[in-house]
């Protein structure tokens, strides 16, 4: 395994982080393929023994059984300090707003909540899991930092938000003193490349590290054309972020089988040797020994420039999905709000 900082911060992290989103009990969750504590525990312990100390999870995956599985297995088979825990939290929810929470109240309850799923005194890396259109900025950031200056969190990172937003942001938190995101988390794979047109630039000029999720797509950039496997069939976010470009994606999965055959390795490695030349550590999900296994073989490999070059070439714009897609919606209401004078910062 190989190692790197965390953007701006002191946190010494593996090139590959475990995403923990298979993890936890789906009967408390959205996903049908999730594993029970004991498989996830095994991963994560194989995880450890290939050098892998970087875990990313969720208060929001499973209702917080993701959390409490990594928590204990870390505690069963790390030093804490040897670790780096990042886990996320969700935006208000309606009842939250409708109660008079504020954006500071509910990063605090979020935390407490988080720390007592890990069983832990801190997080190494705190994510604002999505773009909150309804909780004034300032909020979020005060509430972060708080939580910082109390030990609860060593730093902090952003997911799924647009390049103006974390510039924003990173440019309100220096203003006042706050902390500032180091890293972002972000939908980025050979096959859905939107990120390359601002956020990248943004990361580079300012040492912000990536860190993407959906590094395989879903499994797609790991499988060969018509095979597939449990997550392939049941997952229907996937299914809905990837089905509709199958034809042009296509393209680029049967040349990164043409490359594994080339090299002797899996689609996994070539796929993530990719991706891993444009990022800081990509979060990469793991449900079976075997994908965390080629997970870390894929930190060794290196592409020629004539090797990305072909794997790049046939790629063509894509729409944005998911969390993202309905970030336009809810950015282009805020918008009319500045519009109007009613801006809330």
């Not at 010494?12 to 009990?25: A, H, P, W």
Request: proline share 2%; aromatic share 8%.
């Amino acid at each position: 395994m190989k190692y790197t900082k965390l953007g701006n911060s002191e946190l010494n992290v593996s090139r590959i982080c475990m995403g923990c989103m298979g993890f936890g009990d789906a009967a408390n969750g959205q996903h049908s393929w999730t594993l029970d504590e004991e498989h996830s525990r095994e991963i994560i312990r194989h995880g450890l023994e290939l050098g892998v100390n970087f875990f990313d999870t969720a208060i929001g995956y499973q209702s917080g059984t993701s959390e409490q599985y990594v928590g204990r297995a870390l505690r069963d088979y790390a030093k804490r300090d040897e670790v780096v825990v990042a886990t996320k939290f969700l935006p208000r929810t309606q009842d939250d707003i409708a109660a008079g929470m504020t954006g500071q109240q509910h990063v605090q309850r979020m935390i407490n909540k988080s720390l007592k799923n890990l069983g832990m005194d801190y997080v190494d890396l705190y994510i604002y899991h999505m773009w909150d259109y309804q909780t004034p900025l300032y909020d979020i950031m005060e509430g972060l930092n708080n939580i910082v200056k109390a030990g609860k969190a060593r730093y902090i990172g952003i997911s799924n938000c647009f390049a103006w937003q974390l510039a924003k942001a990173n440019a309100l938190a220096e203003k006042e003193g706050f902390a500032k995101f180091v890293s972002i988390q972000g939908h980025y794979n050979l096959i859905f490349r939107e990120e390359e047109r601002e956020m990248a630039k943004l990361c580079a000029e300012d040492n912000i590290a990536m860190t993407p999720y959906s590094a395989l797509a879903g499994g797609r950039l790991s499988k060969a054309p018509g095979e597939t496997s449990k997550r392939l069939e049941e997952d229907s976010y996937a299914k809905f972020k990837y089905d509709a470009t199958a034809g042009q994606d296509g393209v680029i999965i049967g040349r990164v089988m043409e490359l594994a055959e080339k090299h002797g390795v899996s689609m996994t490695e070539i796929s993530l040797a990719w991706l891993l030349s444009k990022v800081t550590a990509p979060v990469v999900g793991a449900t079976k020994l075997h994908h965390i296994e080629g997970a870390a073989k894929a930190v060794d490999l290196i592409l020629t420039e004539e090797e990305t070059a072909y794997l790049e070439e046939p790629y063509v714009p894509h729409a944005l999905v998911g969390v993202m897609a309905q970030n336009t919606v809810s950015s282009a209401k805020e918008k009319h709000v500045w519009s109007t004078g009613n801006q809330k910062i």
